[in-house]
């Protein structure tokens, strides 16, 4: 199973962005899938996550109400909408797959992506 991210890029602060994720060499829509986040000198933190159907979504405290996660089954592709960016949400955005039936945020991963980063300038 393979998972490439893009759309990262250096955006000023109160900015979107849109980052994606395509999951390949597996069945998509059996994976609850989500973004984890890594800034300098950091560890990786949970930010959101969303369950095989899209049905439910879990977001950590930092970024509920400025973040939104979906996801495109047919086309296997997992999105982070990014809005009200502030200069702390700069890091290395990683998607995840979490393999299993249950949804249990944040997800165990199973799988990870090689990350894109995001930078917002203040």
């Known amino acids: 199973v393979q998972l490439q991210a893009s759309g990262g890029g250096l955006v000023q602060a109160g900015g979107s962005l849109r980052v994606s994720c395509i999951v390949s060499?597996?069945?998509?829509?059996?994976?609850?899938m989500g973004w984890s986040r890594q800034a300098a000198g950091k560890d990786r933190e949970f930010v959101p996550a969303?369950?095989?159907?899209?049905?439910?979504?879990t977001y950590a405290d930092s970024v509920k109400g400025r973040f939104t996660i979906s996801r495109d089954n047919a086309k296997n592709t997992v999105y982070l909408q990014m809005n009200s960016l502030e200069p702390e949400d700069t890091a290395v955005y990683y998607c995840?797959?979490?393999?299993?039936?249950?949804?249990?945020?944040?997800?165990?991963?199973?799988?990870w992506g090689q990350g894109t980063l995001v930078t917002v300038s203040s």
């Open positions: 995840a797959a979490a393999r299993g039936i249950r949804y249990t945020p944040p997800p165990t991963y199973d799988y």
């Open positions: 060499g597996g069945t998509f829509s059996g994976y609850h």
């Open positions: 969303i369950n095989w159907s899209g049905g439910s979504k």
